[in-house]
Antibody, heavy 124, light 111 residues
Framework: QLQLQESGPGVGKPSETLSLTCTVS??????????WGWIRQPPGKGLEWIGS???????YYNPSLKSRVTISIDTSKNQFSLKLSSMTAADTAVYYC????????????????WGQGTLVTVSS | QSVLTQPPSVSGAPGQRVTISCTGS?????????VHWYQQLPGTAPKLLIY???NRPSGVPDRFSGSKSGTSASLAITGLQAGDEADYFC???????????FGGGTKLTVL
């Protein structure tokens, strides 16, 4: 059974860089069938896709966050990671990692399996 | 403001049927891209409920169904149960953003 687990600091200061890691178990992150994505949810609010990565290292990001986001992958550890720079209070959210099903033709994409999420609070 | 528009809340009595709408535009649902639905029970991560407009993953009861027409999609839940109380989110691909977009979410209350 596929499981995803987010890890990283729960608190950060304004202007710092957030670093989170997602560890995948019960399946290979090197599967050619899937992307791996990050989604966040501010307290009491909706979901926002941050970006996704393929096992080859190919990435695509939400344009609203692209200038501050870097997603990387380590297939040897079955992990992928998120870095979000220049944090502000608006980045306070629960951050989820997920297996991202992406089909090019026809174009469709959805998040098939989710981690439990980790709360990141940005505060001075 | 979310790219996809959902009603903030819906409610129904046990056993009843409710529907949740999701309205998009010509760059997402109206362009023919699939709509997917997620259920988020209180304090938990979202769970895929419907994919490809109307397909249920293994284990999702057939009380949950999805449909799409034009620039909108709907999630229907029949035989409402107390355990269905949750937030429901729609999601699609948007060609203008070249990525996934979500609705703002709908809170379902079972009276």
């Amino acid at each position: 059974q596929l499981q995803l687990q987010e890890s990283g600091p729960g608190v950060g200061k304004p202007s710092e860089t957030l670093s989170l890691t997602c560890t995948v178990s019960g399946g290979s992150i090197s599967s050619s069938s899937y992307f791996w994505g990050w989604i966040r949810q501010p307290p009491g609010k909706g979901l926002e896709w941050i970006g996704s990565i393929y096992y080859s290292g190919s990435t695509y990001y939400n344009p609203s966050l692209k200038s501050r986001v870097t997603i990387s992958i380590d297939t040897s550890k079955n992990q992928f990671s998120l870095k979000l720079s220049s944090m502000t209070a608006a980045d306070t959210a629960v951050y989820y990692c997920a297996r991202h099903v992406v089909s090019v033709t026809p174009r469709t994409e959805y998040f098939q399996h989710w981690g439990q999420g980790t709360l990141v609070t940005v505060s001075s | 403001q979310s790219v996809l528009t959902q009603p903030p809340s819906v409610s129904g009595a046990p056993g009843q049927r409710v529907t949740i709408s999701c309205t998009g535009s010509s760059s997402n649902i109206g362009a023919g891209y699939d709509v997917h639905w997620y259920q988020q029970l209180p304090g938990t991560a979202p769970k895929l409920l419907i994919y490809g407009n109307s397909n249920r993953p293994s284990g999702v009861p057939d009380r949950f169904s999805g449909s799409k027409s034009g620039t909108s999609a709907s999630l229907a839940i029949t035989g409402l149960q107390a355990g269905d109380e949750a937030d429901y989110f729609c999601q699609s691909y948007d060609s203008s953003l070249s990525g996934s977009v979500f609705g703002g979410g709908t809170k379902l209350t079972v009276l």
